[in-house]
């Protein structure tokens, strides 16, 4: 199983950007998958979730409003729009999959992707 995040980078205060993560080697209609983010020497938090089939959805407060996330099965990705991007919002994003919307742990990981946010 591979989890490709990519689309990050440096973006200004306020911009937005769009984050992709391509999955191959599971069936991926058939995983939850989510958008993670640790920010420098904090912690790794989930920021946004999507069951198998985009019919439940999870946001942290810190970004609802801001992030959208959706997926495209037809094309094993997921996608998280940022929009009005804060200096807090820089970190390392990493997308996941888990057969299962709400895990304890999330199954599959990809490598994460840089977004750092500059006045």
């Known amino acids: 199983v591979q989890l490709q995040a990519s689309g990050g980078g440096l973006v200004q205060a306020g911009g937005s950007v769009t984050l992709s993560c391509a999955a191959s080697?599971?069936?991926?209609?058939?995983?939850?998958m989510a958008w993670f983010r640790q920010p420098p020497g904090k912690a790794r938090d989930v920021v946004a979730a999507?069951?198998?089939?985009?019919?439940?959805?999870y946001y942290a407060d810190s970004v609802k409003g801001r992030l959208t996330i959706s997926r495209d099965n037809a094309k094993n990705t997921v996608y998280l729009q940022m929009n009005s991007l804060k200096l807090e919002d820089t970190a390392v994003y990493y997308c996941?999959?888990?057969?299962?919307?709400?895990?304890?742990?999330?199954?599959?990981w990809g490598q994460g992707t840089q977004v750092t946010v500059s006045s």
């Open positions: 996941a999959a888990s057969p299962y919307f709400d895990p304890p742990d999330w199954k599959y």
């Open positions: 080697g599971l069936t991926f209609g058939h995983y939850a």
């Open positions: 999507l069951s198998w089939n985009g019919g439940t959805v």
